[in-house]
């Protein structure tokens, strides 16, 4: 599969470190824990999206946008990715963000990814909670359109069939990794929201004929209709690399939303565990609303034995640990109530 067909610009910190877990793994006393390190992808303190928007911006610029909208939740890392990628790039940016958790408080409406968001000089507007978020920015490009400007607009969590193109190279790099160092990975595992990641992952490895199975975790619709959604990315994916959209079969994908609690972007108990336990076993910060659910959901199914000892189990870590300033109480600390 030869991805230099597609406009690409090289941005991204790759490859992201694979890394070996031994204290967290002997504590739960079950399979090898390896961690793929995609928080430190580069990109204004890294994250998943910044793969997708090396292939997004490639296209932006060579449709000859000078302005890029996007969408997301309040603490979007997609958003703050964005903002970051476009002021390199000297493209203005705007985002909208969506009111999704009802939150108000000063550290969540201004801290962690808002802050810098703003600091990247882009727009900013807020919208209420279930607004119609793709009306909005087309909306929104209309009247940029009718001020002479070029907008080019990228989906929630840049997740079409160009952004997945950054995760089926992940899968690729992923794949090359564990070859090189003679590592048999036996289960891959990630949060997963607006598909993109786990679409490219699915269609990536099966292109690959990998044998690698990818186990999303929900952090926000539940099972049925999250499995739809990166099941009708890969086929579109499939088909714009001239695929047959059928490459790769309905029962491989797997989006597991036991672990949403109240809601996306609602804390719980079992995220708060994650994110403590992997900051205090490995130095490493999760955050709240995407990872920090991943983990949990991988610290559960370990417990419950889902996994052979012995086996190695990658968890992708896809970023977003500047939301923990967004939520500095809900872990329970001295000084936070
Ligand atoms: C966006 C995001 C995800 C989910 O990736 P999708 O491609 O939207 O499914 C996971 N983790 C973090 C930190 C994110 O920002």
Redesign the pocket.
Known sequence: MHLSRYPRLHFAHLPTPLEAMPRISAELGGPNLWIKRD?CTGLSSG???TR?LEFLMADAVERGADTIITQGATQ???ARQTCAIAAKLGLDCHILLEDRTGYHDEAYALNGNVLLDQLHGAGISMRPADSDMNAEMEQLSMQLRDDGKKPYLIP????NEI?ALG?VNAAFELTHQANERSLHIDHLL???????????LVLGMEAMNSGIPVY?VS?RAEQRKQEEN?YRLIQRTAEFMGYSPDLVAREKVVANSDYVGPGYGLPTDAMVEAVKMLACYEGILL?P???GK?FAGLIDLVRKGHFKKGENVVFLH???SV?LFAYPNIFGLPGYQ
Not at 156 to 159: C, L, Q, R, T, V
Not at 190 to 200: D, R
């Open positions: 928080d994250g998943n999206k997708k979007s890392n997609h929630g969590g840049g997740s952004g995760y990630h949060a997963t929201g607006s598909a993109g990641t786990q679409a490219g999303g952090v990166v955050d609303v995407y990872a991943g896809t970023g977003g939301s």
